[in-house]
């Protein structure tokens, strides 16, 4: 039955119209903008994980600056102890020829201090932005990665660099040794003692001393170093039961050590006991936490041949502490890099799968295009027929 008022096939055509529209217009914005998924309208679950992970690429971006800010710092202060090693071994040859009788021990303590200085012109210089791995600064830490697990907790991870002090000043005196049975002096930076087989070289703390915690006593048997750290609440019997317990711990053959203690009104000792069949080398600096781990370079002294034989023992301790800096800054460098490598790639990964969420297939989009523009033609004609339709029954009229 046809009708006047209700011309049905037109409003079929205009719903099909409508439709048709509708596709076209989607599929316009999806090639102006290149996205399938541009906002929460368009699919909500698709656009609050995109979301997420665009957050996790700014935040990688930045740790990857963090890094690169990292790894160039660490450089510096790698190659900083890498030219400093090489300087001390250059001492060392100068220290093994002061050995001989028949030399100008002052000329060569003149090269050893111009050495020195240079050494200490390295580790002032060794900074980037600032930074000084090799002034004894606090650990730093560089931020390395966000780790978000299945609830959406965040965390930061980071890679921590600790310092390496390699400065060639002692810090701020610390008291706390006492004259010694062995003239171990008040100060904080003694040259190497020689201790003959069955000597004994006797430690003495001192029971007057304040003692802070962080305080370092550092002492080296034949350039084994050895540290022991004041902790909150030590007095003299903690500092000297702490330094014979490191000395016997430490498996040196033929040296031990006993703890004497001052019993709370005397002072305390550490008795080092050399039974190996030779000459060992003591050494021992105290500071205040802030001294350089090369502060015995300015105890080098080869004007005599019993001081010589000392320096030359202590220069394998000196060497050691700058080989062991460098080695920790290189393995810090490298996994800084490593991990600047993963996050990179990381980034380029969660790129990758955000745009297959998000991105439209351009391909599939233009010739859908062409399909719906053909459909929008075919649509207008069947809505004009669908209207021509009331003119039909007018003629019934005539």
């Known amino acids: 039955m046809n009708s006047l008022l209700t011309n049905t ?24 903008t290149g996205k399938k998924v541009g906002n929460a309208r368009d699919n909500a679950a698709i656009f609050a994980i995109s979301t997420v ?43 093994v020829a002061a050995q001989e009788d028949n030399v100008d021990r002052a000329k060569i303590q003149t090269d050893i201090g111009q050495l020195r200085d240079q050494i200490g012109s ?29 609830g959406g907790n965040v965390t930061a991870s980071t890679i921590d660099v600790a310092d390496y002090s390699l400065e060639t000043a002692a810090g701020n005196a610390v008291a706390g040794l006492g004259a010694g049975t062995t003239g171990v002096g008040t100060g904080f930076n003694t040259a190497a ?5 069955t000597g004994v070289f006797s430690l003495d703390i001192d029971d ?41 711990n430490a498996g040196i053959s033929g040296v031990s050590s006993a703890f004497v203690s001052g019993g709370g009104s005397a002072d305390a000792t550490a008795d080092i006991t050399n039974a190996s069949g030779a000459t060992i080398a003591v050494e021992l600096t105290v500071t205040d936490g802030s001294g350089g781990g090369l502060a015995n370079l300015n105890g ?35 996994r800084i890099e490593i991990q ?21 297939d351009l391909e599939a989009a233009s010739a859908r295009l ?20 009331p003119n039909a029954i007018l003629g019934l009229f005539r």
């Open 53 to 95: 992970m665009q957050s996790d690429v700014k935040g990688f971006e930045a740790i990857s600056s963090s890094l690169n800010l990292g790894a160039s710092s660490v450089g510096v202060a790698r190659g900083a102890a890498e030219k400093i090693t090489e300087l001390l071994v250059d001492m060392k040859g100068l220290i």
């Open 300 to 334: 080098l002294d080869v004007s005599n041949a019993t001081n010589a034989a000392a320096a030359l023992v202590s220069i394998e301790g000196l060497i050691s502490e700058a080989i062991d800096a460098a080695a920790s800054f290189g393995s810090a460098q490298k």
């Open 208 to 248: 007057g001393a304040t003692f802070t915690a962080g305080d370092t006593y550092e002492v080296r048997i034949d350039g084994r170093k050895l540290v022991y750290e004041v902790q909150t609440g030590d007095d003299e019997d903690d500092v000297a039961q702490g330094i014979a317990n490191l000395i016997n």
């Open 340 to 360: 600047n490598e993963f996050v990179t790639n990381l980034t380029d990964a969660l790129k990758t799968g955000i745009g297959s969420l998000t991105d439209a």
């Open 9 to 32: 096939s037109a409003m079929v055509a205009l719903q099909n119209l409508r439709s048709v529209n509708k596709d076209l217009s989607m599929v316009q914005e999806q090639i102006s």
């Open 370 to 389: 062409q399909s719906l523009q053909v459909q929008q033609q075919l649509g207008i004609q069947a809505l004009s027929i669908a209207n021509a339709s």
């Open 122 to 150: 390295i580790v002032e210089a060794a900074q980037f932005n600032g930074l000084n791995f090799l002034k004894g600064a606090d650990t730093t830490s560089f931020l390395a990665s966000l780790d978000r697990d299945s």
């Open 193 to 197: 003692q020689l201790v003959a087989d």
